[in-house]
């Protein structure tokens, strides 16, 4: 079982759920309740932003056993991006 730490942060007047992500090539993830926003981070610098997406996907996301699998299956393809 895999535990994920969350880490809030306030950014501004909104507060972020942020997690680091043990995986090869994704670095870290922002999550925004209030807007149902997630920012992922990638190992070689970019960063994609994704909306729509629900609290419960966030936490099965930082809490998969191989987070770059339940990207590329449930996110990537999944949900409206923005770079």
Request: hydrophobic letters at 35%.
């Amino acid at each position: 079982m895999i535990i994920a730490a969350i880490k809030m942060k306030n950014n501004g007047d909104k507060m972020i759920k942020s997690s680091d992500l043990n995986s090869s090539f994704l670095s870290k993830a922002d999550y925004n309740p209030s807007e149902e926003k997630l920012t992922v981070f990638f190992r070689k610098g970019s960063k994609f932003s994704y909306y729509n997406v629900s609290n419960d996907v966030y936490e099965e996301f930082i809490k998969a056993e191989k987070p770059s699998d339940y990207f590329n299956s449930k996110i990537k393809n999944g949900f409206s991006i923005t770079k």
